[in-house]
């Protein structure tokens, strides 16, 4: 089976400073992986490479066998890689409604239309349909994000801090909304600090420090592995 994504000893400095150290990693369709690290150990610079805003000095990144290295920001989503950021970024002053019209979708009015009726009601976003997207909560502005995303139909989809600035409440309402989406076929790659949201939602974890993956697994195995307690758990 092709992997969704492969990471082939990819290597970006910045100057003197070596961000992502020859990194290797494979997601396979339909897999749902957590990237964890402690700050600095290239996670963002990870997520920016994959999505072309950074190109890489040397190494490989593929998308479903196909060299997307280097390629532009657009072109890597029209292939399929939807990505969400920490800090969202709606269009405001447009409604909920309007912001899913955003997204260039391959299809005709009618089956944009039907994506974005399923996608508010699957997203529990039909209620603030009509409501602009600044009187969103932070929670809220997390789903429409996603959703904007999910009008492209991704192969695979990116999530940078989902669980930042979101009512707990509601975090889970996420948590089961992406486990979902995820076993309809739709890979995710999720960047998280909070821990207890990383042992719900993922079924295999990446550690990555000073750029390198030092270990992968289930949650409970990566957080015995020694490596892992001394880069990222201070040696607890």
Avoid: W
């Avoid at 009618?110 to 209620?127: G, K, N, P, S, V």
């Avoid at 959703?147 to 940078?160: F, K, N, Q, T």
């Avoid at 979101?166 to 979902?180: G, T």
């Amino acid at each position: 089976m092709t992997s969704v994504l492969s990471i082939d000893d990819v290597k970006k400095q910045f100057g003197g400073i070596v961000a992502v150290d020859g990194l290797d990693l494979e997601i396979e369709p339909g897999e749902l992986v957590g990237l964890i690290g402690p700050n600095g150990a290239g996670k963002t610079t990870t997520l920016n490479l994959i999505t072309g805003f950074l190109t890489p000095n040397s190494g490989k990144i593929s998308l479903n066998g196909t060299d997307i290295t280097g390629n532009s920001p657009d072109s890597i989503s029209r292939r399929g890689i939807g990505r969400t950021f920490q800090i969202t970024k709606p269009f405001g002053r447009l409604t909920v409604y309007e912001n899913l019209l955003v997204p260039n979708v391959s299809c005709g009015p009618t089956e944009q239309e039907a994506r974005i009726d399923r996608l508010l009601r699957e997203l529990h976003l039909e209620e603030v349909r009509e409501n602009r997207a600044d009187e969103l909560s932070g929670g809220q502005k997390k789903l429409l994000e996603l959703a904007r995303v999910l009008m492209l139909e991704p192969d695979l989809v990116l999530l940078d801090e989902p669980a930042a600035g979101v009512n707990p409440a509601l975090m889970d309402d996420i948590i089961d909304d992406i486990q979902r989406i995820n076993k309809q076929g739709t890979a995710f790659l999720v960047i998280e600090h909070d821990m207890s949201v990383i042992s719900e939602l993922c079924e295999r974890v990446v550690v990555l420090n000073a750029g390198r993956n030092i270990a992968s697994g289930t949650f409970e195995e990566i957080r015995g592995d020694q490596q892992v307690r001394e880069a990222y758990l201070g040696g607890t």
